[in-house]
Nanobody, 122 residues
Framework: VQLVESGGGLVQPGGSLRLSCAAS??????MGWFRQAPGKECEFIAQ??????AYGDSVKGRFTISRDNAKNTVYLQMNNLKPEDTAVYYC????????????????????WGQGTQVTVSS
């Protein structure tokens, strides 16, 4: 089982990026995105499953998660990026089904990608 992120980079404030996460070896019921900035805790960003989507408060209305089941890939479209969005972004998936109340919990996800750096700066 492997999760591979791509699409990170340097962007100016107000710009956009799209991250991709390709899963191999298994089709996950849930797929999510987290991020971690230097000196800060890991933060829940978004999740997608048959139950729907969910977003962290800091990105709601700016980020959109989507999924292409045929490609076993999840995307994170990030618009109106701010300097505080600078972080390493990680794709994550659980070993089974997550209770809806736990989808924001890092501990509910057993598989993680290697991370992709997003830097928002002028």
């Amino acid at each position: 089982v492997q999760l591979v992120e791509s699409g990170g980079g340097l962007v100016q404030p107000g710009g956009s990026l799209r991250l991709s996460c390709a899963a191999s070896g298994y089709t996950f019921s849930h797929m999510g995105w987290f991020r971690q900035a230097p000196g800060k805790e890991c933060e829940f960003i978004a999740q997608i499953s048959r139950g729907g989507t969910a977003y962290g408060d800091s990105v709601k209305g700016r980020f959109t998660i989507s999924r292409d089941n045929a490609k076993n890939t999840v995307y994170l479209q990030m618009n109106n990026l701010k300097p505080e969005d600078t972080a390493v972004y990680y794709c994550a998936a659980p070993r089974g089904v997550i209770a809806w109340g736990l989808i924001r919990s890092r501990g509910a996800y057993g598989y993680w990608g290697q991370g992709t750096q997003v830097t928002v700066s002028s």
